[in-house]
């Protein structure tokens, strides 16, 4: 027995020994994993205090404020253009970005963003480009420039905040100041910017410029007024800019320039730049002048200023009056035959040197008299005739009719006249209205043996007005079928049905002579071609 209990015993040792050896092992163990997990999850950075993001609260200034108010007035005009000829408000020049000068206004520019060109001699594919605006009535009234919508054959606007995407009608515009008034229906009352005075504009004011650069809607920047009244030498008459240094860039063009106040002083129009983009000099058209236009617009459908018919030059040397022997005036150059101005018996070499017994000291004076002068009233004019002191009543015309054969002026006229050919017609399909035409009026308009029916009306936002068609095109074709009646359109019609191609072979006319001076018609042939809408 003695010898069972020893092993009963040893094995007993034995076993507490083992336990012991491995409760020594799991405590080492434990600790050694524990040194090196408290060596892995030790700080990086200990004596780094960990940052936090305090609670949203928003620091408000006096640009904040403005522009949360002013950027749902703005607005991202996209100008759809094909480069083709037009006879509307619009004239087919070169590019901006493509036009050349002298080394002193090289770098002027007007600042349209613009994406692609059309090949010269074919009818090129639409391409787009941007500009900017606002609206300054709450019915959808928006200002901008002429350049942004002069070759537009369809415009579109996008409001901020607002997903839809409008499409816009151009009520007039006026390429002397560059302004072009559009109108959008939103079906609802839009915000609208105020109208500040721009005479009340001194440099060093802030100003800040609202639009959409390079496409980029909404944009705001801010900067001070840097000038007022600059006359730039490529600028029309009655263009004295207000200059800033505001960042604005290629699609600026028809914004807002602002005051700290949040009311409009002037349209962003024009950059000095020899890069292309900003430079530090920015130029607007003084909102002061933009309201008048504007205002003659939504009366005249354009803007209507008076005139008295004579030139003279702007730049002229003060040794010029000195010689005359007087100190202030206007020297006419030239007096424009059967205008107001001959009429009355106003000569070359005339020196105005008052109007109304108002002392006028240069030609800005006397073109902002006469031009706010309304159409048929009459004006005293004082002038110095070889030393002798002279009054004539002038009576106040038209600018555009008086200078109705300038060149210049003749391009810009509304439209062109076509010799017997009347405004009625028919209303069809695509949203035209359209008249067969007599033997007699084909060989007034010189058609030779072509046929077809003239177009009297387009309807803004029709399918037609959205290819291109205009009024005063004649309409050859539909898909290669002829038309020369109401009939043939309406059979042609009725085997078409939406979603299907369409192709009109349209002729244009055109004239002969920028000058008008000349009764000939003559034509561009293309086609006008797009989808039938889904849903009518």
């Given at each position: ?10 094995k007993l ?12 092992g ?19 950075a ?15 200034n ?9 950027e ?18 619009r ?99 839009l ?27 909404a ?16 600028a ?6 207000i ?29 000095a ?12 058209l ?11 617009i ?19 040397k ?17 007096v424009?035959p ?44 004082t ?48 949203g035209?209205?359209?008249?067969s ?7 007034t ?58 192709a ?33």
């Open positions: 027995m003695r010898w069972y209990q020893n092993l009963k015993q040893q040792l034995s076993l507490t020994l083992l336990v012991f050896t491995m409760s020594v799991i405590l080492i163990g434990t600790l050694a994993s524990g040194s090196v997990s408290a060596a892995r999850g030790q700080a990086a200990p004596d780094a205090t960990p940052l936090t993001v305090p609670p949203a609260a928003s620091s408000p006096e640009f904040t404020k403005l522009a949360k108010m002013a749902p007035a703005v607005v991202n005009i996209t100008a759809e253009v094909t480069g083709k000829v037009t006879t509307s408000r004239r087919t020049v070169q590019p901006d970005d493509d036009e050349e000068g002298g080394d002193e206004m090289e770098m002027f520019r007007r600042f349209f963003g613009r994406q692609g060109q059309g090949a010269p001699n074919v009818r090129p594919r639409p391409r787009e480009a941007t500009g900017s605006g606002f609206i300054v009535d709450k019915n959808g009234y928006i200002v901008t420039n002429f350049h942004v919508v002069e070759r537009a054959d369809s415009l579109k606007v996008k409001v901020s905040g607002d997903d839809r995407e409008y499409k816009a009608k151009v009520i007039g515009t006026d390429w002397e100041s560059d302004i072009a008034v559009i109108h959008i229906d939103a079906g609802k009352s915000p609208y910017l105020k109208m500040g005075n721009s005479d009340a504009v001194q440099v060093g004011d802030w100003a800040v410029a609202i639009g959409s650069p390079f496409g980029l809607a944009t705001v920047t801010a900067g001070i007024i840097s000038a007022t009244g600059r006359d730039l030498p490529s029309e008459q009655f263009q004295r800019f200059q800033t240094d505001a960042a604005i860039n290629p699609g600026n063009s028809g914004g807002p320039l602002m005051n700290i106040h949040g009311e409009v002083i002037g349209v962003n129009t024009a950059i730049t020899q890069s292309g983009g900003y430079q530090g000099i920015g130029f607007a003084p909102a002061n002048q933009m309201v008048k236009v504007y205002n003659s939504i009366q005249y459908g354009r803007a209507k200023r008076g005139s008295i018919g004579i030139s003279w030059n702007k730049n002229e003060p040794e010029v009056l000195k010689a005359a022997g007087v100190t202030n005036g206007v020297l006419v150059t030239t424009t059967k205008g107001p101005a001959e009429k009355a018996g106003l000569r070359a070499e005339d020196v105005i040197v008052a109007i109304n017994g108002k002392t006028i000291k240069n030609g800005d004076e006397l073109v902002g008299i006469v031009s706010d002068t309304p159409v048929d009233n009459s004006l005293k004019i002038v110095d005739r070889g030393g002798k002191k002279m009054d004539f009543n002038v009576l106040v015309q038209d600018r555009l009719e008086v200078f109705k054969d300038d060149e210049k002026f003749a391009r810009h006229r509304e439209d062109v006249e076509v010799p017997g050919i009347k405004p009625e017609g028919t209303p069809a399909k695509f035209i209205s359209i008249r035409m007599s033997p007699q009026e084909k060989d308009l010189k058609l030779g043996d072509e046929r077809g029916v003239y177009v009297t009306r387009v309807e803004d936002t029709s399918f037609a007005a959205e290819i291109g068609i205009q009024e005063r095109d004649v309409i050859v074709s539909v898909n290669r079928q002829p038309v020369t009646s109401l009939e043939d359109l309406r059979r042609v019609q009725g085997a078409l049905k939406p979603g299907d191609a369409v009109f072979r349209v002729m244009r006319p055109i004239p002969a002579a920028a000058s008008r001076k000349s009764s000939e018609v003559t034509y561009q042939t293309f086609f006008a071609a797009g989808t039938l809408p889904l849903k009518e």
